[in-house]
């Protein structure tokens, strides 16, 4: 049986204070446009402030997540779609365009882009809401007019919108890298403390409120990721994969990546190797 292209987008309006807690990264791609509003954005170990018009386009697998900012309410439109989606066009997108050839960025249009990426992301809700004939075809062309876009906008304006660099936060980006470096090893909040300084109760206190995961949530991300990587990669046996990332246990290893995959390791090997 064939798998099935991935394209979901949706508008979602929100009152109140709102971070994201659902899964915090995924093998789609992903495009956040604020229509109003103030957000936090953790992407790629840096916090970004988002304002009314700005563009986030992740990559594949990218750890990130939103945060309150400001005023409580906020709208944005968000777009998710594998590589099959667009695979007809995977030559012209995939290794002409400059948006997937490194990492994940923040990108603020002019009015005018705005307004126009705001109608192709409108014609988009409304052809998913309306799923006429053909509308995976016509959805993959109005996607592929979004790209073009963000491609020339990118292309046009070199200079990157800049994370957020304030003290707390330059202190929390050690600390992120500290921990992309040795998640492998065996990890304790008093021990990464120790390492910089400060308190545990400190360190928990500020890298929550820069990222939005608490310090162990954050470890367990990193690790699993490199552990999808090495069940996709590699003939090792899971007990090894789960030794080599830092697990103490198979079992806490298997709890830890369900919870986060919603697969078992094995489940997730048999459906991401190749035939």
Request: glycine share 4%; aromatic share 12%; net charge neutral.
């Amino acid at each position: 049986m064939s798998a099935v292209p991935f394209f979901e987008i949706e508008q979602i309006k929100r009152t109140g204070q709102f971070n994201m807690d659902s899964d915090h990264f995924h093998e789609t791609y992903e495009i956040y446009y604020l229509l109003a509003g103030e957000r936090y954005y953790y992407i790629n170990n840096r916090i970004y402030a988002l304002q009314v018009g700005d563009l986030l386009f992740i990559n594949k697998n990218q750890l990130h997540r939103t945060t309150s900012k400001g005023t409580s309410n906020h709208e944005r439109i968000l777009i998710n779609f594998d590589d099959l989606f667009i695979q007809s066009v995977v030559e012209m997108v995939v290794n002409r365009l400059p948006l997937f050839q490194g990492e994940s960025f923040l990108l603020r249009p002019s009015v005018h882009e705005q307004g126009r990426i705001v109608d192709l992301l409108y014609m988009m809700l409304r052809e998913q809401q309306e799923d006429s004939l053909w509308s995976t075809p016509y959805l993959q062309a109005l996607l592929l007019q979004l790209l073009i876009i963000l491609g020339r906008i990118r292309e046009e304006k070199p200079e990157p919108v800049l994370p957020e660099d304030n003290e707390t936060q330059r202190r929390v980006y050690g600390i992120i890298e500290y921990l992309n470096t040795y998640f492998a090893e065996k990890l304790t909040l008093e021990g990464i403390a120790e390492n910089f300084f400060i308190s545990a109760t400190y360190l928990c206190r500020i890298f929550k409120k820069t990222t939005g995961f608490t310090v162990i949530e954050y470890i367990n991300y990193v690790r699993i990721r490199e552990a999808q990587a090495l069940l996709r990669d590699t003939n090792w046996k899971v007990t090894k994969i789960a030794e080599q990332t830092g697990f103490d246990s198979i079992a806490h290893f298997g709890r830890v990546f369900k919870q986060i995959t919603k697969r078992s390791p094995l489940q997730y090997r048999k459906q991401n190797r190749p035939e």
